[in-house]
């Protein structure tokens, strides 16, 4: 790993921008350079070097992207409000370089002055405060990463901990943003570089085979590199080629991810062939295909259908006369620009211009990411939600008008539904891919034509849809809904969690106990009045496990150990007799007679979370049913049954009680090799145990894949389900045996 170049003075900076030939306020620069300088006197990198030597190689990296004064003035102060608290401050800033610099630095600057005592929250919050900043102005990502690509660049220095949290962080959170902002030569470097501290073995493995490789061809592409050129030539296009090889990052994502081995990675050698315009593209294209065979399915054009990051080329992947595939990426100079430097390019190539509507709708789901994360409160559900919505891979589909909607991976119909418009998904009641109906939680795949069905009857999206969706867009917008139209409803369900929360205390209490404690948790966590903690609640604008901790304190200062035993306040505060119930086996709860037995119906598995009914069985106690399971609505419409229905639902903490559940799982899959390694390495990652696999092959060659799984409840076999349709080669899957 190369490392980098120790400046302490702006000389090198200076003549750098001097000769990019832009405009530049010089003065201006060398007055931040000053200023910092003489704040962070005194201070020093863990390495030793003066810490001035870090804001000036921000800067430097800054000005290799182009971007303006006031991003080089940003980069050389982004560390003196933080770190030189005492001795200078934003107003200062803004006093001495403009509003622009202090903004810009305030969005680079973490949250010192509010404590918060979980550092997780601390740290997200941090994030979220950069996202806000970012959506107001992209140019705060930009510094951000560059800050970011040189921490990387020195973390030898730092401990081994140190080394793995920040590059985990890099990997998770920097890496997939550079992505989306489509400047692939940082995201690449930071993607080596963490690599080579989460997993060095495995790195290390990867990059002996790309020199072992590179040594073993070496003349390989000076001689495609000859015959390419004098086949462009010959029909008088005007081009540059360059040669490339895959970084070892994109290597080793695709051998551990995919279970490849190094010799299956089809496009470790690359040619990249850029022309004049985007007709020469397609000329180009045609020329290679002439002189190489290529391989069926490499073939892809982002240049018709951009990536959502305004990535455009055309791929092919062919083979060479040795045998040896290699890819051709095709694009025209302004293709190229943004390719390497993404939204940034409009910076380094048009003076800083941006290009009004267009740049604007390129930079759209900046201000989407920043909406919806900015209302996620729970830290868990803030770092999932962030990672799906910036790191997943896209799938692109068609709408019945034949526009195309990005949607990052394993999305379901519903989350299409909601990219379209609010009122779209408020008013679906199902929807068709390719003409054909199909559930809700379907996931669509690349190229399928998707069309919402929807209904001005409909009474809006149901509760349900918040375990179905998985963009954050989605479950934002479903939220809305429900905070704006259904608050009644939300207050009843809001005050029943908390219900079950006091219940896990296992001590009575009254209801103006109940009011006192809920009062204080609601003003202590800035609501007005209960009723607007119990609305959040409800419409899942928080959750629960927010404010366990203040409900737990709260009530054991104001229901004390020696307080008389009273009537449990019931949610809707009428006091009613509790109906006598019996805990059977398996985490359920039944009516009836003690010493009931219970078991769970083979025919339709039941989970935690699904809504049961129990069957008295001849000699076999109580039967235990989904209450949509096909029998149990077959046996409703015979009236020798009517008697022998008992209610039943699920104890509340049945999910821990009891390790797992028999959950069955139909996969409809192309044939593979591969199928069977990837579906169990998929569950095996997620931790799930494979109970029965077998398969079966159809009349059209495909193949069902018949599974029965451990599995918590039903959120569990949702994101099984999920993650499972996302697999290469699976078609669709389905809970039970057909």
Same mark, same amino acid.
């Given at each position: 790993m190369t490392v980098p170049e120790i400046h302490t003075d702006i000389t090198f900076l200076l003549k750098t921008l001097e000769e990019s030939g832009k405009k530049y306020d010089l003065e201006k620069i060398r007055e931040a350079f000053q200023y910092a300088n003489s704040l962070h006197e005194g201070q020093f990198r863990i390495s030793g070097e003066a810490y001035i030597s870090h804001p000036i190689a921000v800067a430097e990296i800054v000005a290799g992207l182009g971007l303006d004064t006031d991003s080089i003035c940003a980069a050389l102060l982004h560390d003196t409000v933080e770190d030189c608290a005492d001795r200078t401050n934003l107003a200062e800033v803004e006093q001495k370089f403009? =509003?622009?610099? =202090? +903004?810009? $630095?305030?969005?680079?600057?973490?949250?010192? %002055? @509010? /404590?918060i005592d979980n550092k997780e929250e601390a740290h997200i919050e941090n994030i979220r405060?950069?996202?806000l900043a970012m959506a107001k102005d992209i140019r705060v990502i930009f510094i951000k990463l560059c800050d970011r690509l040189h921490n990387m660049r020195t973390l030898a220095v730092r401990g081994e901990a140190k080394q793995r949290t920040t590059a985990l962080e890099t990997m998770q959170v920097y890496a997939p943003l550079a992505h989306r902002l489509g400047m692939q030569k940082i995201k690449q470097e930071l993607e080596n570089i963490s690599i080579s501290y989460l997993d060095p073995i495995g790195y290390q493995e990867v990059q002996n085979d790309i020199d072992r490789k590179y040594g073993q061809n070496q003349g390989f592409m000076e001689s495609v590199h000859s015959r390419v050129q004098q086949k462009l030539e010959e029909n008088g296009i005007h081009f540059v080629l360059k040669g490339r090889i895959k970084s070892a990052y994109s290597i080793y994502r695709k051998m551990y991810s995919q279970n490849k081995s190094f010799d299956q990675i089809y496009d470790f050698y690359a040619l990249r062939v850029i022309v004049d315009t985007e007709l020469e #593209?397609?000329? =180009?294209? !045609?020329? @290679? /295909?002439? +002189?190489?065979?290529?391989?069926?399915?490499?073939?892809? &054009?982002y240049?018709?259908?951009?990536k959502p990051n305004m990535y455009r080329s055309l791929h092919t992947t062919v083979i060479g006369r040795d045998g040896i595939p290699f890819e051709v990426q095709i694009r025209t100079w302004d293709m190229h620009h943004v390719a390497e430097y993404g939204v940034a390019a409009h910076w380094k190539y048009k003076s800083g211009q941006k290009s009004g509507e267009d740049m604007d709708e390129r930079l759209e789901w900046v201000s989407k990411l920043a909406e919806t994360e900015s209302s996620i409160q729970d830290p868990d559900e803030f770092m999932s939600t962030l990672k799906t919505d910036i790191f997943n891979d896209e799938t692109y589909v068609f709408t019945p008008k034949g526009d195309v909607i990005a949607l990052p991976k394993g999305s379901t119909v519903i989350d299409f539904a909601y990219a379209i418009h609010s009122a779209v998904g408020n008013k679906m009641v199902g929807a068709k891919i390719n003409g054909m109906i199909v559930p809700i939680d379907r996931v669509p795949q690349t190229g399928e034509i998707v069309e919402v069905l929807t209904s001005s009857a409909s009474h809006g999206p149901s509760r349900d849809w918040l375990k179905i969706v998985t963009t954050s867009e989605a479950r934002n917008k479903i939220r809305q809904w429900f905070k704006k139209e259904q608050r009644a409803d939300n207050i009843v369900v809001g005050r029943g969690i908390i219900e079950t929360e006091f219940k896990k205390y296992n001590r009575p209490y009254t209801e103006a106990q109940w009011d006192e404690i809920v009062g204080n948790v609601a003003q202590r966590n800035g609501f007005a009045s209960s009723?607007?903690?119990y609305n959040t609640l409800g419409y899942g604008g928080m959750a629960i496990t927010k404010i366990a901790t203040k409900l737990r304190d709260e009530f054991d200062r104001v229901v004390k150990p020696e307080t008389p035993e009273v009537p449990v306040m019931e949610v809707d505060q009428v006091k009613v007799a509790a109906p006598r119930k019996h805990r059977g086996t !398996? !985490?359920?709860? $039944?009516?009836?007679?003690?010493? #009931?037995?219970?078991?769970?119906?083979k025919c339709c598995n039941p989970l935690p979370g699904d809504a049961v009914v129990g069957f008295i069985t001849k000699g076999f106690g109580i039967s235990v049913h989904k209450e949509d399971c096909p029998n149990i609505l077959l046996s409703r419409g015979k009236p020798e049954n009517a008697d022998r229905f008992v209610s039943a639902h699920w104890e509340e903490g049945s999910e821990s009680a009891f390790a797992a559940y028999e959950a069955l799982l139909q996969i409809?899959?192309?044939? *593979? +090799?591969?199928?069977? %390694?990837?579906v169990t390495m998929a569950l095996a990652d997620m931790k799930v145990s494979i109970l029965a696999i077998n398969t079966q092959k159809k009349? &059209? !060659? *495909?193949i069902l894949m018949n599974l029965t799984i451990s599995c918590k409840n039903i959120d569990h076999y949702h994101s099984i389900v999920s993650r499972l349709k996302g697999l290469k080669d699976v078609i669709d899957v389905v809970r039970g045996f057909s």
């Open positions: 403009g =509003a622009q610099v =202090a +903004m810009l $630095v305030d969005g680079l600057t973490k949250i010192v %002055a @509010i /404590h405060k950069m996202l #593209c397609y000329t =180009a294209l !045609g020329l @290679i /295909h002439e +002189m190489y065979k290529s391989i069926p399915g490499r073939f892809k &054009d240049i018709s259908m951009p009723d607007d903690l !398996g !985490g359920i709860v $039944v009516d009836g007679e003690r010493g #009931c037995q219970v078991k769970f119906a409809h899959a192309h044939s *593979s +090799m591969t199928l069977i %390694a990837n009349g &059209d !060659g *495909s």
